[in-house]
C-alpha cells in the first residue's frame, strides 16, 4: 500500500489530461494538472509534486518528445518523470535513460500499466531513505551536505561547484551506473549537449586526482566502459579499466588548469 502522492500531469489534451489525471486518483494519489508548459513549471514550482507524467504531443518526424522539457525539469527536480508518448524510437528511449525518466509509456496506457509505474517510481526515494542528509561517510571519505565541505583523511578538500555536484550525484546513486547523458543533464543543466562527453570524463579526472590515493587506480569513482561511471561503496579493482586516460585536451568551457 502507498502513501498518497501528488502528481502532476502536463498535456495539451484536454480528454487525455483528464484521463490521466482519473487514473492517477484511482491509483490513490492526488493529481494536479497543467494545461501547457509555462504553467506545468508554475505548478513545479509552487505544489511541489511528488511525480511528473508528461503528456507528449510532439510532432517532430524523428523524435515523439521534447527533450528540452525533459530537460527543465531534471535540471530543476529529481522528481520521477514518466512520459506518455505517441511511440518510442531508439534514439527517444536512450535518451530517456540518459535522463533518469522513471518510464516511457505509449498511447493507449491502461490506468493498471500507469498505476504500476507510478508506484514503482514513487517507492525508489524509499529504498534510499538511509542516505544521510547532512553527511555521509566511507571509508576515509566524509561528505557535510549541509556545509558543502569534503574531507579526506581527516583533510578538507577544495572542490568546485560542478565538482561537487558531480561527488554528490555518483554518491547519491552509488552502487549505479549514472550514464553520461545523465551526467551532463543532472550536473551542466538542460542546454547542455547530451552527446559531448569531455567534461564529464574531464571532471570524473579531477575528481580522482583529488580524492583517490591512487587516480589511475581508483577505489571509489570507476568507469563503466561506454556507460558511465559508478561510485562503488566496496574496493572493485575488476572494473572495466578502472580509470580511464587523463583527457589529452580540455573541452569547451572547461577550465584549463586544475580548478580549486
Not at 555536484?165 to 551532463?184: A, C
Amino acid at each position: 500500500m502507498y502513501e498518497q502522492a501528488k502528481i502532476l500531469v502536463i498535456g495539451f489534451g484536454e480528454d487525455e489530461r483528464r484521463r490521466v489525471a482519473n487514473s492517477v486518483v484511482l491509483s490513490g494519489h492526488e493529481a494536479v494538472t497543467a494545461s501547457d508548459w509555462k504553467k506545468g513549471l508554475r505548478e513545479l514550482y509552487s505544489q511541489r509534486p511528488n511525480a511528473l507524467v508528461l503528456l507528449s504531443d510532439c510532432r517532430d518526424g524523428n523524435d515523439p518528445i521534447d527533450w528540452g522539457e525533459v530537460q527543465t525539469v531534471r535540471s530543476l527536480s529529481d522528481i520521477p518523470v514518466i512520459i506518455i508518448a505517441d511511440r518510442a524510437t531508439q534514439r527517444s528511449l536512450q535518451k530517456a535513460i540518459d535522463l533518469g525518466v522513471a518510464g516511457f509509456l505509449v498511447r493507449p496506457v491502461e490506468t493498471k500499466v500507469l498505476s504500476e509505474r507510478l508506484n514503482g517510481a514513487l517507492e525508489r526515494p524509499r529504498r534510499n531513505e538511509t542516505f544521510p542528509q547532512a553527511d555521509f561517510h566511507h571509508e576515509n571519505l566524509h561528505i557535510d551536505w549541509r556545509r558543502f565541505e569534503v574531507t579526506v583523511d581527516g583533510q578538507v578538500v577544495n572542490l568546485s561547484p560542478i565538482e561537487f555536484k558531480l561527488l554528490s550525484l555518483l554518491v547519491e546513486r552509488r552502487g549505479e551506473v549514472v550514464t553520461h547523458g545523465e551526467i551532463l543533464a543532472r550536473v551542466w543543466g538542460p542546454n547542455y549537449d547530451l552527446g559531448d562527453r569531455r567534461n564529464v570524463k574531464l571532471y570524473i579526472w579531477y575528481l580522482r586526482k583529488k580524492l583517490e590515493r591512487d587516480p589511475s587506480h581508483p577505489r571509489w569513482i570507476n568507469t563503466r566502459n561506454g556507460l558511465g561511471y559508478i561510485f562503488s561503496a566496496e574496493t572493485d579493482s575488476t572494473t572495466d579499466g578502472g580509470a580511464e586516460r587523463q583527457p589529452a585536451t580540455v573541452a569547451s568551457g572547461a577550465p584549463a588548469g586544475r580548478p580549486t
